[in-house]
């Protein structure tokens, strides 16, 4: 899962004198509305004729000629060593999932005893839906609980669901969204959100066979909050460029 963090996609192939690197920021709204291969992968090719395009099945083709070399990696390390982002709340956390979940396009929610906090400060106002989709009946107590949930604009199908664990356990965020899992298996976007010094107990509590077991292991990701604040900047960036 990329999502949400500096990612690129490498591209290197026999006789090349340069490595392909393309940020992956540029095609996640693409790779997002996507549905992936029967083998779980994302189909892509590399022509190289008078230019080099990239070619995403059912997506169309692009000109990636500017980006050969380490210039956008290089560019991306300078720009990533941030010192001043601020110590983050749970609820300030939230607001800038669902801040970025608007910015994308995606109607939300947000469960109704969060409301009230969430921090404007951080973040510019959005909407929040009242009631969740109504075909999740079996594990809607559950759902409702979820700290954000994105939703495909206009259409009962959810699209992502992120658990903020601040001071609660990551094992409770991981039973939460594993009892979804096993009823609405076709969501394939669930992260755990955490500071990074909880990445370590988030390895091991996922590897627990229950979840090796129910498939959640390998679909569940971790994001920590500077990745959060970043992810906020850069969505919110490209809406005023």
């Not at 749970?90 to 999932?97: C, E, G, K, R, S």
């Not at 992120?162 to 939460?176: A, K, N, P």
């Not at 010094?197 to 090796?212: A, D, V």
């Amino acid at each position: 899962m990329l999502e949400g963090r500096r990612s690129f996609i490498c591209f290197l192939w026999d006789g090349q004198k340069e490595p392909l690197v393309l940020p992956y920021e540029n095609y996640e709204d693409i790779f997002s509305s996507m549905q992936p291969a029967n083998d779980g992968q994302y189909k892509v090719q590399v022509y190289r004729r008078d230019a080099t395009e990239l070619y995403i099945a059912k997506a169309g083709r692009f000109n990636v000629d500017a980006h050969y070399g380490l210039s956008d990696l290089e560019r991306a390390i300078a720009k990533g060593r941030v010192t001043d982002i601020p110590e983050l709340s749970h609820a300030q956390v939230q607001t800038l999932l669902g801040a970025i979940g608007s910015l994308k396009g995606f109607d939300l929610w947000i469960p109704q005893h969060d409301r009230e906090q969430l921090d404007w400060t951080v973040a510019k106002p959005f909407r929040y839906r009242q009631r969740l989709p109504e075909n999740y009946n079996r594990v809607e107590d559950i759902l409702a609980q979820i700290d954000v949930v994105w939703i495909e604009r206009g259409k009962n199908a959810l699209n992502a669901l992120w658990e903020v664990e601040h001071s609660t356990t990551i094992y409770s965020g991981l039973l939460r969204l594993n009892d979804i899992h096993l009823v609405a298996p076709q969501i394939s976007k669930l992260a755990i959100v955490a500071n990074e010094e909880r990445r370590s107990m988030f390895s091991r509590q996922l590897n627990r066979p229950t979840f090796q077991t129910s498939g959640l292991s390998e679909i569940c990701a971790f994001l920590d909050y500077k990745d959060v604040y970043q992810w906020h900047q850069r969505a919110r960036d490209a809406q005023t460029n």
